[in-house]
């Protein structure tokens, strides 16, 4: 047998199905300064008075303008809050956005990173380990409340893109993941529905690709499988019926299984590589890169990996995994097709050329040699 590092995360608890107000003042309740971060869309409704009358006078500072992708500039403003607030907590509310730009100035801090340009120096290789977090905590850290399926919540590494030239970077380090993360089904009540969706779809990708790959391992497989099946059931009983708050909760809870397997060291592939330049070059959410590349990529490696499929395709009730997710997500109101997102078929050989050889396409099961594979494999989303 080979050995095999299985890493991780520095993340002590997961309040699952708890309640926004009653889990909250018991992770903030050592801190004396927090900053609270979230979108200009939540900034006014009841979760985040929730979320201000739990932090209490321990507030020193709110944030409500992290744009979709956490663009570079916006990380660079909170994180120059966090500093003039010496906030020791910051408690991050919304999507994965927010939670990725909240991790990201988190790093920006303890670095002594202030400008745009150094941020992005910071940039890690997407194929880094996550590493070691033995020593104290540096500070401020996360407490993470998600409104979204992005399981954002659950990774030492984050996003964070230069709206300008249309790049997305990483940034990766141990301590980035939230110390702490809440998840209360109806903080999910406010979000739209196709990006509440569309996030699940997220999950799946995370679960699928990875389920999917030439490389998997146990705990891996055991983890993406369940996510998948509490996904199949559960997304469509949120479409029917959005009040239902016990299928939120096990959207929520499969979200957190979907990323489970990373830290197992099983990698994912193009959907999410592909899904990165489509956010960074067209804007794309993230979610719905998931809903046009997943079904894509699936029948693109499908002559490496089909015996691998073959399970997928049957916990969507299906005989070819790239079909039965193309219908199930559609089935969700999705959209499935580059078309339906204003990308036209002439576009895509631009797209394929940003590709700089990175991971997650450079670890996709059936090798991408260039750019000429990832345009054969976003024709088949056009």
Not at 185 to 199: F, G, M, Q, R, V
């Amino acid at each position: 047998m080979a050995a095999h590092l299985h890493q991780w995360p520095a993340q002590g608890r997961v309040h699952l199905g708890a309640a926004l107000a009653e889990a909250l003042p018991r992770e903030v309740n050592e801190a004396s300064r927090v900053v609270l971060v979230t979108t200009r869309s939540l900034a006014g409704g009841a979760l985040v008075q929730v979320a201000r009358t739990a932090i209490g006078d321990r507030l020193v500072g709110t944030f409500a303008a992290m744009r979709a992708h956490s663009p570079v500039e916006d990380v660079v403003a909170l994180a120059a809050l966090l500093r003039d607030q010496e906030a020791d907590l910051v408690v991050a509310l919304g999507g994965g956005s927010v939670i990725d730009g909240s991790k990201v100035a988190c790093l920006a801090t303890w670095r002594g990173i202030g400008d745009a340009g150094s941020l992005i120096a910071a940039a890690a290789s997407r194929g880094a380990a996550p590493g070691n977090w033995d020593g104290p905590a540096p500070a401020p850290r996360i407490v993470a409340i998600p409104t979204t399926l992005s399981a954002a919540e659950f990774a030492p590494h984050a996003g964070y893109t230069d709206i300008a030239v249309g790049t997305k970077y990483r940034a990766l380090d141990p301590w980035m993941v939230p110390r702490a993360v809440i998840l209360d089904p109806a903080a999910t009540l406010e979000t739209p529905a196709e990006l509440l969706l569309s996030s699940g779809i997220r999950a799946l990708d995370h679960a699928a690709e990875r389920w999917c790959s030439t490389a998997p391992q146990a705990y891996s497989d055991a983890v993406s499988r369940q996510a998948m099946l509490m996904l199949a059931e559960n997304l469509p009983r949120v479409r029917r019926n959005p009040g239902d708050l016990a299928a939120r909760a096990a959207c929520q809870e499969a979200a957190w299984l979907s990323v489970m397997g990373g830290w197992s060291g099983v990698p994912v592939g193009a959907s999410h590589g592909i899904g990165y330049i489509l956010g960074a070059a067209r804007g794309v959410p993230h979610g719905i890169t998931s809903c046009l590349m997943l079904h894509a990529v699936m029948r693109w490696n499908a002559p490496v990996n089909e015996h691998r499929q073959r399970d997928v395709a049957h916990i969507f009730s299906g005989e070819e995994a790239g079909p039965a997710i193309e219908a199930f997500v559609r089935s969700l109101g999705l959209p499935t097709r580059l078309s339906e997102q204003g990308i036209a078929a002439n576009e895509i050989p631009g797209l394929a050329a940003r590709w700089k050889g990175d991971a997650p396409i450079a670890t996709n099961p059936r090798p991408v040699r260039g750019p000429a594979d990832l345009e054969a494999i976003l024709r088949l989303a056009a």
